[in-house]
């Protein structure tokens, strides 16, 4: 279960306490996701999700809800904090920053499809337009630099052969950089997995959650993560190329892709196979100090045959 810090109903209903929300009546941990603590909380007037931040300090949670505020003002169904009677959002819980929003209806697919595939497509391409205009993006904290920094590390958590592909992928991506920088950049999501969407039974999109990791970076890249996850053949590490064709073809519709910046979409995929391979084995690593496993679909080596793949295609 992905909750890391546990609060108790009495820390939630002195948070509760500052707002007019109404009675606890519920109170459950959502186990998706890797990186925070959310809460699912029920009360007389609606429902809410709590976010404590695990790796984030607060002057970064300020950064992540102003992105949200710019996005929820152009219309996108992102989760913004509420503002308690004190007018405060940020609140210390558990020794963690901590916010309260408004849950969105709807539940993460479990069975991805096509028409899932095209409605993220489209929203991620709206997501990088009406962000582009707001000033001071972050710097991507798992970018270049990380992956050539940790590789070495986390190589030693690997058998010869795997330590070997890793090393030989971050020597491809350095060795690609030129290309990385001539791609369109922006703020990207750069987590937006399947489990931080939601759908109503209808395959229609209610709400992209989890901005936490936003920062600046190449839009296409961050079309590569989606794809990555969500256009995956099923029981292969390959990607189903009618879900691919879906995405891009809706994201397109959207915001045009050059056929030059097209021409980097392998180099792509396979840079946001290596960063969430990196990222895990990091989180595996941080599980086993904790005494504690990854759930079963949070692996390693998930991505690490999708790179073994990608690095086919070329």
Not at 195 to 223: K, R, V
């Amino acid at each position: 279960m992905a909750v890391y810090t546990h609060v108790s109903g009495a820390d939630v209903e002195g948070l509760l306490s500052s707002y007019d929300l109404g009675a606890l009546e519920a109170l459950a941990p959502i186990s998706a996701g890797l990186e925070n603590s959310n809460y699912a909380l029920s009360t007389s007037h609606g429902e809410y999700v709590l976010t404590l931040f695990e790796h984030h300090a607060a002057d970064e949670v300020h950064e992540f809800v102003r992105l949200a505020r710019h996005l929820g003002g152009a219309g996108l169904q992102v989760p913004a904090p509420l503002i308690n009677n004190n007018e405060r959002w940020l609140h210390d819980l558990g020794h963690r920053p901590a916010i309260l929003c408004q849950r969105f209806p709807g539940a993460h697919p479990q069975q991805l499809t096509v028409e899932h595939c095209r409605a993220i497509g489209a929203e991620l391409a709206r997501f990088h337009l009406h962000s582009k205009d707001l000033p001071n993006r972050r710097s991507d904290e798992r970018g270049f630099d990380w992956w050539v920094s940790v590789a070495s590390e986390y190589g030693r958590d690997l058998n010869p052969e795997d330590s070997e592909l890793l090393r030989d992928e971050v020597a491809y991506q350095v060795a690609q950089r030129s290309a990385w920088m001539t791609l369109p950049h922006g703020w990207i999501h750069a987590d937006l997995f399947h489990d931080n969407a939601l759908f109503s039974e209808s395959a229609e999109l209610t709400a992209i959650l989890d901005l936490y990791n936003a920062c600046d970076g190449a839009w296409l890249y961050d079309l590569a993560i989606v794809a990555n996850d969500w256009c995956v053949e099923t029981g292969t590490s390959g990607l189903d190329s009618d879900k691919v064709e879906a995405l891009a073809q809706a994201y397109r519709s959207v915001r045009d892709i050059s056929a030059e910046e097209w021409s980097c979409w392998n180099l792509v995929l396979r840079g946001a196979a290596l960063r969430f391979w990196l990222s895990r084995l990091l989180a595996a690593r941080l599980a086993t100090q904790r005494g504690e496993s990854l759930p079963e679909d949070k692996q390693p080596n998930e991505y690490k045959f999708r790179l073994l793949h990608l690095r086919k295609q070329n």
